[in-house]
Nanobody
Framework: VQLQASGGGLVQAGGSLRLSCAAS????????IGWFRQAPGREREFVAT????????FDEDFVKGRFTISRDNAKNTVYLQMNNLKPEDTAVYYC????????????????WGQGTQVTVSS
């Protein structure tokens, strides 16, 4: 499956962005989709994931109450709604596909998009 992340940009602290991850190729609904992010000089870290049907989601503590992951299988797209953004959210955000739900580690994801830059100014 091929993934294309988009929707990043420059936003002030407290603002919002919605990232999209559009998929093509293999059957999109066969895969769980995860969002990860990587800031300069840091390792890629897990943000959130959603299972194939959208009925099960997991996210990291640092995004609880601020970020929401969702999917529309009819549009082959997963979204990450990000509200109340903070400067520490600045990173390149990647979406990835896994055969298994509820996975947190990069090694559990087989397909990756190219990333979209999110920059939050203070």
């Amino acid at each position: 499956v091929q993934l294309q992340a988009s929707g990043g940009g420059l936003v002030q602290a407290g603002g919002s962005l919605r990232l999209s991850c559009a998929a093509s190729g293999r059957t999109f609904s066969d895969y769980a989709i995860g969002w990860f992010r990587q800031a300069p000089g840091r390792e890629r870290e897990f943000v959130a994931t959603i299972n194939w049907s959208g009925s099960l989601t997991f996210d990291e503590d640092f995004v609880k109450g601020r970020f929401t992951i969702s999917r529309d299988n009819a549009k082959n797209t997963v979204y990450l709604q990000m509200n109340n953004l903070k400067p520490e959210d600045t990173a390149v955000y990647y979406c990835a596909a896994s055969r298994y739900s509820g996975k947190y580690h990069t090694r559990d994801y087989d397909y990756w998009g190219q990333g979209t830059q999110v920059t939050v100014s203070s």
